[in-house]
Structures are given as C-alpha cells and as structure tokens.
C-alpha cells in the first residue's frame, strides 16, 4: 500500500519544486502528482526528463481534496505560492499563499498524510528581530511585504493551532541553482550575474545606501538548491523533523563574494559596477540575513552545505554555460 501511494507536489514545476521531483525519481519515487499553472512563461521545461504520474492545475487539485477526492497520498511537498516580493495584490497574496496552504494543511492532518511546506526568510523583515526559527521568536516577525506576510500568517496560524508537531515548514534564504531560468526578476544574482557578464563583460550590483556598509558588502544566506531539497526531503521522511526551520547554510557572504564567485567559474577576472538602488526597495531592503540552524541540527540532519564557490562553479559550468 505504501508503494501505491501518491506523493504530491506543488509547484512541481517551478524551481525548487522541479528539483524536488528530480530527486525524489532518483531514489525511486514516480507515483507523483505535480501541482501547478504553466501559464505562458517557459516553466514547462522543468517537466523534461522528469517521472511523473500526473499534472494538476491548482484549481483542479484544490476542488478535488476539499471533496476529498484524492487517491491515497503518502506525502504533500506545497512549494507552489506566488514568490514575488513585488506583488501587491494583498487579496490574491492572502487566499494563494495563506488560505489554500491552510486546506491543504488540514486535509493532510486529516488523512495522516505527512505536510511540508514552503515559509520564507521573508517573514523575518529587516532582521532586526534575529533569525531564529525558535517558536517564541516567530510571533514577534515583522515582514516588509504582503509576500512575506502571507508566509507570516500561515507560520502563525499553524503555531496558534499546535500542529508544528505535526508538519514542517521552511524558511528557505536565496536558493539559486538549475531550475530558475523561467522566474524573470526573480531569479537568483547568480542566474542574472552570468547573464550580465556574458552581454557586457561586467555585473551591476546595488550601492550600499546605509554609513556602516560598503557597496556590494550587504550580505545573504546563499544556499545552492540541492541542498535546500536535501533539507525539505529530511523533513517529508522524519517525521522527529517536524516544526518550523531554516533552510540556509549559517554563513553570511557578500554581494561582491558572489559576483567574484561567477567570474571565476567563468574563468574571467571581476568587473563589478554600482549602481543606485531604488527608491521604492531603500526601506524594504535586507542588508543582512544568516540562517540560525541549530533547530534542524538538533532534529537530526547533519550534512554539510555547499560552500558558496562550490555551488556557483557547479551551476555555472554543470548548466548555466551549457544554456
């Protein structure tokens, strides 16, 4: 019966999702159901090369398990949400990113299929509450946009109910890596950075609107892409892995350490240009964000991360070259 199980994800198209179906086909999982819209962008090619058993619009899949007609599902990875920290649409942001995730949830808990889902580093604001994934920090967040509060409010929600001990959410930092090219402006600086570099020779980084910091030295927490489904796939099989964690490496690296990283996966020397940040993002911009993982350590996952030049020299020259 295990092995008749459907295990669903959504967003199985997009970019973590593509690669979290790439990896559960490498260790013999086919009885998947992919959720997601196709639209008219190019995410369609994600499907290529990919065992599946069917795709599903989201419409379609969230009438079917609210009738509950569904086959037997073993797991849901839910990555499909819009991710865009531009979207303003407020209404759409609360019904795609926080109302469907909450049905899909309780139809999990319902039928002890086990629920993983996508939470964002976006939650966490400009940082200056910390990035600790503890419970007692989570209500105390406050996002900088409606896509960060959207994630915000089912982390909430699910901390309110007491049911983190029954599911995992991640909050994924900036994930680069295959998988990406369909995303526009919101692909990873790595995607962009090669791009740029290949049609001018150099990559246009902001400046640093703040005293303290230089330009190209604000810093993120970037994680290469198998491992953030390494992490996601630990928690949809431990079931001792359940609550809300980070999905990062723990190490913070600057704008200038990644542009540099490119460049030398390129076999090229650095050309780095500043440019002016908008005056829309000054206020909304993270200059800092490190990933605390001792809460997923403690829940038993013990591999390393990818070191940041090991990660961009892969993705360069194992695919971004070969495009």
């Known amino acids: 019966m295990e092995k008749m199980a459907w295990t669903v994800v959504t967003g199985g198209a997009g970019f973590i999702g593509r690669n979290v179906v790439a990896e559960l086909n490498r260790r013999g999982v086919e009885r998947v159901l992919i959720v997601d819209e196709l639209g008219s962008d190019e995410r369609w090619k994600n499907l290529r090369g990919l065992k599946f058993e069917d795709v599903c619009l ?28 531009t979207e303003t649409d407020a209404n759409y942001l609360l019904d795609n990113n926080y109302q469907y995730t909450r049905e899909l949830c309780e139809w999990c808990l319902k039928r002890g299929a086990r629920f993983v889902y996508a939470s964002s580093a976006a939650t966490y604001g400009d940082g200056a509450q910390g990035y600790s994934d503890a419970d007692p920090a989570t209500p105390s967040l406050l996002p900088l946009n409606m896509y960060g509060m959207s994630k915000h409010l089912f982390d909430l929600w699910a901390l309110r109910n007491g049911v983190l001990g029954r599911i995992a959410g991640l909050k994924y930092f900036n994930v680069y890596g295959p998988g990406e090219d369909h995303k526009g402006d919101m692909r990873s600086v790595v995607h962009k950075a090669h791009g740029q570099i290949r049609e001018t020779g150099a990559v246009k980084l902001f400046k640093s609107h703040r005293p303290d910091c230089k330009d190209g030295e604000q810093v993120r927490d970037f994680v290469y892409v198998k491992d953030a489904v390494d992490v996601t796939l630990y928690c949809g099989e431990t079931p001792k892995a359940s609550g809300l964690f980070n999905c990062g490496t723990g190490q913070a690296r600057s704008w200038n350490d990644l542009a540099k990283a490119v460049f030398l996966a390129m076999g090229l020397e650095p050309r780095i240009e500043y440019i002016d940040m908008p005056v829309s993002l000054r206020n909304k911009y993270q200059y800092f964000t490190q990933a605390e993982m001792g809460k997923i350590r403690a829940a038993g996952y013990a591999k390393a991360f990818t070191p940041l030049e090991e990660g961009i020299r892969e993705y360069v020259q194992g695919h971004l070259a070969k495009d």
């Open 58 to 85: 989201r419409g379609k899949f969230r009438e079917a398990f609210q009738a509950d007609r569904m086959p037997t599902v073993k797991a849901v990875y839910h990555l499909g949400a819009c991710s865009s920290t």
